[in-house]
T-cell receptor, first 111, second 115 residues
Framework: GEDVEQSLFLSVREGDSSVINCTYT??????LYWYKQEPGAGLQLLTY?????DMKQDQRLTVLLNKKDKHLSLRIADTQTGDSAIYFC???????????FGKGTSLLVTP | GAGVSQSPSNKVTEKGKDVELRCDPI?????LYWYRQSLGQGLEFLIY????????KSGLPSDRFSAERTGGSVSTLTIQRTQQEDSAVYLC?????????????FGQGTRLTVV
């Protein structure tokens, strides 16, 4: 399938903001998603954004979508040590139900 | 149950043996997905079941892989004649209905190691 690209690693200090970036290639994607995976756990849906939106905010999370550049970002405000995890960007494939995931960004939050 | 349940959580098998991985979706969820998470490869879609429709098997990597879903609930992913490259975490997810606007809930996965 098409490639979803993410940087592999991000380290921030507790209390700072984290920004995780993603680029996707399928312009027909209807929804774009951010999933979180904690060690030894399954994937948890954090948030998603519909392709006709530019921004979505949910408490400490802000998703920005630039359709022209096919760029998606997740901003976590006031990052906490409990936010340390792998964050996956995903887009819907042509099927409309299968998800095409990036390789994930490991976020490390240091005290 | 409260969430998607997968068993076993870990499986070590010898190369060439067959394995079965089980997924119990959330009760009432009609859609069920299998994904594979390999080191350095991210998550790959394997197969999708929706109600009584024919499954989408387009993501299965070879004919050694098969899956079934009995009674619209429990699903079993079978890998025959396992190879070392099959080593991965196999994740199952379910959603209330198929389609892009319903949240998929993931299980904790089965870590398969082929030695």
């Amino acid at each position: 399938g098409e490639d979803v690209e993410q940087s592999l690693f991000l380290s921030v200090r507790e209390g700072d903001s984290s920004v995780i970036n993603c680029t996707y290639t399928d312009s027909s994607s209807t929804y774009l998603y951010w999933y979180k995976q904690e060690p030894g756990a399954g994937l948890q849906l954090l948030t998603y954004i519909f392709s006709n939106m530019d921004m979505k905010q949910d408490q400490r999370l802000t998703v920005l979508l630039n359709k022209k550049d096919k760029h998606l970002s997740l901003r976590i405000a006031d990052t906490q040590t409990g936010d340390s995890a792998i964050y996956f960007c995903a887009e819907t494939e042509n099927s409309g139900y299968a998800l095409n995931f990036g390789k994930g960004t490991s976020l490390l939050v240091t005290p | 149950g409260a969430g998607v349940s997968q068993s076993p959580s870990n499986k070590v098998t010898e190369k060439g043996k067959d394995v079965e991985l089980r997924c119990d979706p959330i009760s009432g969820h009609t859609a069920l997905y299998w994904y594979r998470q390999s080191l350095g490869q991210g998550l790959e879609f394997l197969i999708y079941f929706q109600g009584n429709s024919a499954p989408d098997k387009s993501g299965l990597p070879s004919d050694r892989f098969s899956a079934e879903r009995t009674g619209g609930s429990v699903s079993t992913l079978t890998i025959q004649r396992t190879q070392q490259e099959d080593s991965a975490v196999y994740l199952c997810a379910s959603s209330r209905m198929g389609g892009v606007n319903t949240e998929a809930f993931f299980g904790q996965g089965t870590r398969l190691t082929v030695v």
